[in-house]
């Protein structure tokens, strides 16, 4: 896979071919596959403005993805996104893709208002955590999540 990589905003006609790494993304934390949901997932998201997904793109093919939702701080009265995917294809890991994403999603998040970007990722994840930090990304460890299953 070779050529310049792009990275754009994706939409309702990129679903098709986004799905598979979504679908792969989910299994790389353990679930099943499942094709259809993938698409379906995106495609509702996307319909409804439910987030906003980046697609990176080389020599014509999908080879990442980032995906972000909206939250709002009310002390701060301003819009703040959540990075909750970020994906790159094992063919094409370790040529710039996530770090091109990032770039973009900061760009993302200054045009759509957010006052910042937060994201999760596992303790054991140390790859990520280095990419993070080496783009500026803080880790943030003042704050206790907690989290109740309702459904």
Known sequence: ???????????????????????????????????????????????????????????????????????????????????????VAESARRGGVAQALLRETEALARDAGALRLVLETGEDNRAAQRLYEKLGWRHVSENRWYEREVG
């Not at 799905?19 to 495609?43: C, I, M, N, V």
């Not at 093919?61 to 709002?72: D, I, K, N, S, W």
């Open 1 to 87: 896979m070779s050529g310049p990589l792009r990275v754009r905003q994706a939409g309702l006609a990129d679903v098709a071919r986004l799905a598979p790494l979504f679908d792969a993304y989910r299994g790389f934390y353990g679930q099943a596959a499942d094709l259809a949901l993938a698409q379906a997932f995106l495609r509702e998201r996307l319909a409804l403005g439910e987030s906003f997904v980046l697609v990176a793109e080389r020599g014509g093919e999908t080879v990442g993805f980032v995906q972000l939702y909206p939250l709002f701080s009310s002390v701060r009265v301003r819009r703040i996104l959540v990075l909750n995917d970020l994906y």
